[in-house]
């Protein structure tokens, strides 16, 4: 093991609220070329891996100089494995680790296995987390989910996304209520074009649990005791509500943009407070590459063309993170505008 342990930082913030975005961004700056990035996506497919950049491997060299990999199995593993490919020079020596969690992640059991994980100490240490808010829906989602007031109160930076679509009292509300909830935290605003860099984000001098509210501390020792059964140390969906499903919906066929919009846009309005988070890759008629669409509840933000196909599958692919709404209503629905004899894998 290292003299030095190498950093990690966590990359945490409620569905839609812009982490992978901000990520990008990030993958951009020539201070991230050391870092090896580890994405852990809820669900059947990940998709946020190929919209950060092209990766057909479980490891990949990214063109900024940084590494990328899918979380397979756990976090323990995954750095491990790094750890490993790293030492044997399968791949170059980084300094830093960035861990993209779900949008549903409680950062309290990942706490917790970074601080309390004896087989990686001496390699990592836990640096600090980065939380990201939705200046537009930040409020309305800590009312509504545990998770999302757990990812704000446990961070140490928290960055207000979104605020070009803000009004000043929502950003100004918000940050009232964020100072309350976490006042040791830094807070730092995010925009298009003004995003905040690694040397904002990434301070190494360590995750400090003295330095947190009393409830903060309280969730993440519950952790610690719930890590000595071994039945809680594998919790992946059945950790959130029972009524949570994530699922993805993949179409072969090339679709047309008119009615594949009429369809998004009635499923927002008719279900859209069931609609934690909705991304993908669609395949339109006419166009070379796929189309990136993202929604939030009854949000749904502008489609982004991507120049070349990220993969070799040329599948539409549809995620999505529902609460009391069922697969096979989606499916109805979309049947119902595009057409019945569509195939959905």
């Not at 950093?7 to 409620?14: A, E, I, N, R």
């Not at 939380?131 to 140490?156: C, R, W, Y």
């Not at 995003?195 to 020792?221: C, M, S, Y």
């Not at 009429?262 to 669609?282: D, I, M, P, T, Y």
Request: aromatic share 6%.
């Amino acid at each position: 093991m290292l003299s030095t342990p190498i950093p990690v930082f966590v990359l945490t913030g409620f569905l839609g609220s812009g982490k992978t975005t901000l990520l990008k961004s990030l993958l951009e700056h020539p201070g991230m070329s050391d870092t090896a990035v580890v994405i852990n996506e809820l669900g059947e497919v990940g998709l946020d891996h190929l919209l950060v950049r092209e990766v057909t491997e479980e490891v990949v060299l990214l063109g900024s100089g940084c590494l990328c990999c899918a979380m397979r199995d756990d976090l323990v593993s995954s750095l491990r494995e790094l750890w490993s490919l790293r030492e044997a020079g399968s791949i170059p020596r980084f300094a830093r680790v960035v861990v993209e969690t779900t949008g549903l992640a409680d950062p309290a059991p990942l706490v917790q296995t970074l601080i309390g994980e004896r087989s990686l100490h001496g390699g990592y240490r836990l640096a600090s987390l980065v939380a990201t808010v939705d200046a537009v829906l930040g409020e309305s989602e800590l009312d509504a989910h545990m998770e999302a007031v757990k990812q704000a109160a446990i961070a140490d930076r928290l960055v207000l996304t979104k605020t070009d679509l803000a009004t000043p009292s929502q950003i100004e509300s918000l940050r009232d209520r964020l100072r309350a909830l976490n006042p040791a935290a830094d807070l730092l605003v995010s925009a298009p074009g003004r995003f905040p860099g690694p040397e904002q984000l990434f301070d190494a001098t360590g995750f400090g649990l003295h330095a947190k509210t009393q409830a903060v501390r309280a969730w993440i020792n519950e952790e610690a005791y719930l890590m000595q059964d071994p039945r809680h140390r594998h919790r992946g969906l059945e950790r959130h509500d029972e009524r949570v499903a994530a699922f993805c919906i993949r179409i072969n066929e090339p679709l047309e943009w008119t009615p594949f919009l009429e369809w998004l846009e009635l499923l927002l309005a008719s279900r859209g407070e069931n609609l934690l988070r909705l991304k993908g890759l669609v395949n339109f008629n006419g166009k070379r590459g796929p189309v990136v669409i993202q929604g939030v509840q009854h949000i749904f933000y502008p489609p982004a063309e991507l120049r070349d196909w990220p993969d070799e599958d040329r599948s539409t692919r549809i995620v999505f993170i529902t609460r009391d709404l069922t697969r096979n209503a989606v499916e109805t629905s979309l049947r119902q505008v595009l057409g019945a004899s569509i195939a959905l894998a």
